[in-house]
Nanobody, 115 residues
Framework: QVQLVESGGGLVQPGGSLRLSCVAS????????MGWYRQAPGKQRELVAT???????NYADSVKGRFTISRDTAKNTVYLQMNSLKSEDTGVYYC?????????WGQGTQVTVSS
């Protein structure tokens, strides 16, 4: 079992920045992969970024160059630094963990980009 707790969402103006955090209930170094997904109103949940236990990262084309995923194994935390935010980045952001072929989700944190 892995519990995930996200934080850091909020309201930000276009062009602004936010940093999301996801704290896991177990040592993230032992988790195969973690990542962030998002779901906009009326749309399907989509991949934003992932990071493997080996440190490899992957990004959706729509966020490349603007978002950065990272982790702090001492704090069992994965971060998503989001810069140059656009209105289309609005949605609920979910933390995801794949541990031993089982997927776990956090409760989500709302990100709203609006002037």
């Amino acid at each position: 079992q892995v519990q995930l707790v996200e934080s850091g969402g909020g309201l930000v103006q276009p062009g602004g920045s936010l940093r999301l955090s996801c704290v896991a209930s177990k040592n993230i170094a032992s988790i195969n992969a973690m990542g962030w997904y998002r779901q906009a109103p009326g749309k399907q949940r989509e991949l934003v970024a992932t990071i493997t236990s080996g440190g490899s990262v992957n990004y959706a084309d729509s966020v490349k160059g603007r978002f950065t995923i990272s982790r702090d194994t001492a704090k069992n935390t994965v971060y998503l630094q989001m810069n140059s935010l656009k209105s289309e980045d609005t949605g609920v952001y979910y933390c995801y963990a794949n541990s031993r072929l089982i997927g776990y989700w956090g409760q989500g944190t709302q990100v709203t980009v609006s002037s």
